[in-house]
Each structure stands twice: as structure tokens, then as C-alpha cells.
């Protein structure tokens, strides 16, 4: 029996330690992204143009070409689908001002997974304790051990980072051939705490003048999707709801284009998918002024 309370002595210590003491090399990493991004956010007074999401976007734009081409400072927002749309649209609301502009380009599952998920409790236990008041006790307990099976698994993934926070120079492919699956969707699109998330944030941003448009991500293509009743239903509650950039099928790519997921692009992907949204800013644009007449 004394052994016993001593083991349970030791898990609660242990876990104690992990809660208040441990740094996930993953979130740190994240952490390092979200510093270098918002640095470059608050460089300038002027109006900027804010492209947010998850890793896609991190591998999907080079924000400096964009920059250069537009006029206007582009940040890279994309940071990763594990933090929930909640969180990557806080991010956006924290660094958007009147008059900025903001792309929102959010992977399928953000608008079907929780609002905060694993990676947003993960960064709150390291740097903003206050926030876990949003998980309820047993979301905090599965995402405890979650990332703690996550974080053995890590491997640090080095790329070259631009100042405005997109990754560059992303060469060749590492897909592995496990990864060379659908995503898998619900059978149906629904409300969900992210969507109404989505819906405040765009509601907040019109009454301070930033103007918002959503687009779809750069990911693999598969033949199932044609036919996904989650993506064309997606689709149609997006553009009755939101400035659409974009279908869905427009930014579906070849293996060629894929690095080391089904949603990062290497640099031949990335310089299609800055391309077309160059040209689709200026569509954008002229659409607007029309308007305005």
C-alpha cells in the first residue's frame, strides 16, 4: 500500500512538473513564428493586409513578394490548423487595425474542429495559464496527455523563414506515401462554435473598417472531393455569408506541388498559389471600386 501511494506520489509530482515546467519544443516553435510575424505587423503605421490560417498559409504565400508587388505589407498569419479557429482569429484581431485588410484562408477542419483545440491549450499552459479557463477539466486532462504523446513524437522542421513570416525556398518533396489519403470530412456542414467565431470576427471587423475575404487552402487533390457534400456545402454557406475568393477545386494540386503534407505546397506550389492570388487582389480590387461607383 505504501508503495502504491508512493507511485501515485511520483505521477502526480511528475505531472505537476510537466503542467508548470515543461516547454514543448513544437509550441516554442510556434511561439518563435507568431513573434517574428507580429514584428513585422507593427513595423509600419500604414494600412497592411493580414493573411491568416494555419500552416498552409505558412507554406502557401511568399508575403514578401506580395508585399513588394502590391504596395502593401503583407504579413503571414499562418501558423497551425492544431490551434483552433478561435485562437488564429484572435491572432487577427490583435494585430488588425482600421483600414487593414485580412485574408482569411482556413484549412476545412478549422470550421469543424473545436474553436480552441490541442495546440491552443498547450500554448495557454506555457505562456497564458489564465486562458485554460476555456477547456473544461476533462478537455484539459485528453489534451494533457495528447500533447504530451505529440511531444515525444516531434521532429523540429527548419525552412527559411521570410521577414513578413511566410516559409521560403521549400525544395523538392518528403510526402510519404501514408500520408497520400483523402481528408476526411463530416457527411454534412453545420453550425459549429467556430463558425459563429467566424461569423463575430467578420461582424467585429466591418464596424472598425477591415475589410475581410475568405478563400479556400492549397491542398492535395483526390478525385472523392469532386463529389464531397461537406465541401460544396461548405461552399455555399461561405458565399452566402463572406467575400469569396476563389472555389475550392481552384487550389486543389498536384503530388508535385506537395512538400511533407497533404497541405504544404513546396516552392513550385507556393509560387502558383502567390501568383493567382496577386491576380485575384487585383480582381478583387477592381470588383470593389465598381462597387463604390
Same mark, same amino acid.
Given at each position: 500500500m505504501?508503495y502504491?501511494?508512493?507511485i501515485?506520489?511520483c505521477?502526480?509530482l +511528475?505531472g505537476?512538473g510537466?503542467f508548470f515546467g515543461?516547454?514543448?519544443?513544437?509550441?516554442? /516553435?510556434?511561439k518563435?513564428?507568431?513573434?517574428v510575424?507580429a /514584428?513585422?505587423?507593427k513595423?509600419d503605421e500604414? =494600412?497592411?493586409r493580414l493573411?491568416?490560417g494555419g500552416?498552409?498559409v505558412?507554406?502557401s504565400?511568399? !508575403?514578401d =513578394?506580395?508585399?513588394?508587388?502590391t %504596395?502593401?505589407r !503583407? $504579413?503571414?498569419?499562418g501558423l497551425? $490548423?492544431?490551434?483552433g479557429?478561435?485562437?488564429l482569429?484572435d491572432? =487577427?484581431?490583435?494585430y488588425?487595425k #482600421?483600414?487593414?485588410?485580412i485574408v482569411?484562408?482556413?484549412a476545412?477542419?478549422?470550421?469543424?474542429?473545436?474553436c480552441?483545440?490541442?495546440?491552443?491549450? @498547450?500554448?495557454? /499552459?506555457m505562456f497564458?495559464?489564465r486562458?485554460?479557463r476555456?477547456?473544461s477539466?476533462?478537455?484539459q486532462a485528453?489534451y494533457l496527455?495528447?500533447?504530451?504523446?505529440l511531444?515525444?513524437?516531434?521532429?523540429?522542421k527548419?525552412?527559411?523563414l521570410?521577414?513578413s513570416? +511566410?516559409y521560403?525556398?521549400v525544395q523538392?518533396?518528403?510526402?510519404?506515401?501514408?500520408?497520400?489519403k #483523402?481528408?476526411?470530412f #463530416?457527411?454534412?456542414?453545420?453550425s459549429t462554435?467556430?463558425? %459563429?467565431d467566424?461569423e463575430r470576427?467578420?461582424?467585429?471587423?466591418a =464596424?472598425n473598417?477591415i475589410?475581410?475575404?475568405v478563400?479556400?487552402p492549397s !491542398?492535395?487533390?483526390?478525385?472523392?472531393?469532386k463529389t464531397s457534400?461537406?465541401?460544396?456545402?461548405l461552399r455555399d454557406?461561405?458565399?452566402?455569408?463572406y467575400?469569396?475568393i476563389g472555389e475550392p477545386w481552384?487550389?486543389? $494540386?498536384?503530388?508535385?506541388?506537395i512538400f511533407?503534407? $497533404?497541405?504544404?505546397?513546396n516552392?513550385?506550389g507556393? +509560387?502558383?498559389?502567390? @501568383?493567382?492570388?496577386l /491576380? @485575384?487582389i487585383e480582381e478583387?480590387?477592381?470588383?470593389?471600386?465598381?462597387r463604390a461607383?
Open positions: 505504501i502504491l501511494g508512493i501515485l506520489l505521477i502526480i +511528475a505537476a510537466y515543461y516547454r514543448s519544443k513544437g509550441l516554442m /516553435r510556434i518563435y513564428l507568431l513573434d510575424k /514584428r513585422f505587423a513595423e500604414g =494600412a497592411k493573411l491568416v500552416s498552409d505558412l507554406y504565400f511568399d !508575403t =513578394a506580395i508585399s513588394a508587388k %504596395k502593401m !503583407t $504579413v503571414n498569419f497551425n $490548423v492544431g490551434l479557429m478561435g485562437f482569429l491572432v =487577427a484581431r490583435k488588425a #482600421p483600414g487593414d485588410e482569411l484562408c482556413l476545412y477542419s478549422l470550421y469543424f474542429k473545436p480552441y483545440d490541442i495546440f491552443a491549450y @498547450e500554448y495557454y /499552459r497564458q495559464k486562458e485554460l476555456r477547456f477539466l476533462k478537455q485528453y496527455l495528447g500533447n504530451l504523446k511531444n515525444l513524437e516531434y521532429k523540429q527548419q525552412f527559411d521570410a521577414k513570416g +511566410a521560403i525556398h523538392g518533396s518528403d510526402f510519404a506515401e501514408q500520408k497520400n #483523402p481528408l476526411v #463530416p457527411d454534412a456542414f453545420e462554435a467556430a463558425t %459563429k467566424l470576427f467578420c461582424e467585429e471587423c =464596424a473598417d475589410k475581410v475575404y478563400t479556400y !491542398t492535395l487533390y483526390f478525385e472523392d472531393y457534400a461537406y465541401i460544396w456545402q454557406y461561405l458565399l452566402a455569408n467575400d469569396v481552384d487550389y486543389m $494540386v498536384p503530388r508535385e506541388q511533407n503534407s $497533404v497541405y504544404h505546397v516552392e513550385l507556393q +509560387a502558383q498559389r502567390t @501568383e493567382r492570388l /491576380r @485575384e478583387q480590387e477592381e470588383r470593389d471600386d465598381a461607383l
